[in-house]
T-cell receptor
């Protein structure tokens, strides 16, 4: 069965620190991968997505992710975090043929000012 | 575009009562998904509609759960004889055929006491 795993439950960083959140997926077919962010009290919003092509994907707010097929990974990165990046981050893979998503458990990011 | 709207935002109910949630997708989005998110977990897929047809149901969707999308626009999710284990955030997402990602609502938080 497909699954998505996120390695870190809670990450605490100071402003300007670099960020990398791990995500691994298990799936043998065509891979569609996503990172969603959920700011406190708000709905899930798409940060970036990978469908094909360049494995380095750039998203909104300075985030990027790299698809490494050999490692089944899709890690999220940001060179310098801000206090406003405090949120929960979810990695997801497209599941069934109907487009439903399989989510990881999420990583809570706290950025100290 | 007002986004995906879910009502109510919060619902507290006594065990054994029935509850119904509503989701209004982005207009003209023909695909609609329901997810459930419990504390410390990522969203888990419940069911999928394409227009008014319910095309996929997760095994998480027990007999006490029923979803409808009668005219292919808004959808309702009903839980009968609620149990404490039903306490969760219920998320709705919609997607059009030309979109590569789903758009999420803010969710309905259900607390069963």
């Amino acid at each position: 069965a497909q699954s998505v795993s996120q390695h870190n439950h809670h990450v605490i960083l100071s402003e300007a620190a670099s960020l990398e959140l791990g995500c691994n997926y298990s799936y043998g077919g065509t891979v569609n991968l996503f990172w969603y962010v959920q700011y406190p009290g708000q709905h899930l919003q798409l940060l970036l997505k990978y469908f094909s092509g360049d494995p380095l994907v750039k998203g909104i707010k300075g985030f990027e992710a790299e698809f490494i097929k050999s490692k089944f990974s899709f890690n999220l990165r940001k060179p310098s975090v801000q206090w406003s990046d405090t949120a929960e981050y979810f990695c997801a893979a497209k599941g069934g043929s109907q487009g439903n998503l399989i989510f990881g458990k999420g990583t809570k990011l706290s950025v100290k000012p | 575009d007002t986004g995906v709207s879910q009502n109510p935002r919060h619902k507290i109910t006594k065990r054994g009562q029935n509850v119904t949630f509503r989701c209004d997708p982005i207009s003209e989005h023909n695909r609609l998904y329901w997810y459930r998110q419990t504390l410390g977990q990522g969203p888990e897929f419940l069911t999928y509609f394409q227009n008014e047809a319910q095309l996929e149901k997760s095994r998480l969707l027990s007999d006490r759960f029923s979803a409808e999308r009668p005219k292919g626009s808004f959808s309702t999710l009903e839980i009968q004889r609620t149990e404490q284990g039903d306490s969760a955030m219920y998320l709705c997402a919609s997607k059009g055929d030309t979109n590569t990602e789903a758009f999420f609502g803010q969710g309905t938080r259900l607390t069963v006491v």
